[in-house]
């Protein structure tokens, strides 16, 4: 069984964040969990909808499960952007250790009602929900997060939604997208100050590839504690999928593969430093 901790507090409380990677098989979660235990890091390992075409919710749960015992890191296993209640629950009975909800395009009373439902799921199970609140949308084409139109939250909102949910997390929207943006994202930090101000749960910030990294420190400091970074790791592995196949190396796809596991591990390294996770576990 995977540990059932609630990193975010602890991450929140000391002033760090706890970077949340996608992964889709043994080899991408292997590979973040190897990173971790060299910086002696807390990490996510999550997977949603957009990944689920490959590995149903068992077989990925079942896959950390047996590979995360070899790192000694405090390790949580989260469905992301979960689109239905069924879905919910049927990772819920498969193991994960976080669940996310994301009804953020519904009506309020919709959403609200809904993670309720999805609350009072996870709560025999132990296991943290997160909610979202203002629609985050996607800075490209092909990013299966999201959709071309974004909705800011509104922090009176977010406070309300809090208390009415009973959601461990929030996943907020204050300029951020999910892939890979075309130019700098511009954050509003303001907003983001007064969401923490109306609220007491840890903030996540989806869409974290690309984000400049002073704004990031400032972030956390305004109560984000976890980032999910997608778009970067896949960005790594195509490209060194294709710099093989075009040069034709490693037409064999388990070596291709093994070459491209590498490319993954400094964007890994990357990300758990500069949320100052790297030391935490």
């Known amino acids: 069984m995977l540990p059932k901790s609630n990193l975010l507090k602890k991450a929140m409380a000391d002033g760090y964040a706890v970077p949340s990677f996608c992964v889709w098989n043994a080899e991408t979660a292997i590979t973040v969990l190897g990173v971790a235990a060299d910086l002696r890091a807390p990490v996510i390992l999550m997977n949603g909808p957009g990944e689920f075409c490959s590995l149903a919710p068992a077989d990925l749960a079942a896959i950390v499960r047996d590979v995360y015992v070899r790192f000694e890191v405090p390790v949580a296993l989260h469905l992301d952007h979960g689109d239905t209640i069924d879905r919910v629950e049927e990772c819920l009975r498969a193991g994960y250790t976080s669940v996310m909800l994301d009804f953020s395009t519904r009506p309020y009373a919709e959403n609200v009602a809904a993670m309720r439902e999805v609350v009072a799921l996870a709560r025999p199970y132990d296991v943290p929900v997160e909610g979202e609140l203002g629609h985050i949308g996607q800075a490209d084409a092909v990013t299966p997060e999201g959709d071309g139109e974004s909705t800011l939250t509104d922090p009176a909102e977010a406070g309300r939604f809090v208390r009415e949910t009973g959601v461990d997390a929030l996943a907020v929207s204050i300029g951020n997208a999910h892939g890979r943006y075309p130019k700098l994202p511009a954050l509003d930090l303001e907003r983001l100050e007064e969401i923490r101000s109306a609220t007491s749960v840890p903030l996540v910030l989806h869409g974290g590839s ?20 997608a ?28 070459e491209a596991m590498t490319a993954m591990v400094p964007v890994v390294e990357k990300w758990i430093r500069c949320t100052g996770a790297a030391g935490r576990a």
């Open 231 to 258: 778009t970067e790791l896949v960005t790594a592995l195509r490209g060194s999928l294709l710099e093989q196949w075009q040069n034709g190396r490693n037409l064999w796809i388990p070596t291709a593969q093994a």
């Open 210 to 229: 690309g984000t400049p990294e002073e704004e990031l420190q400032r972030m956390i400091s305004l109560g984000i504690a976890k980032v999910n970074v």
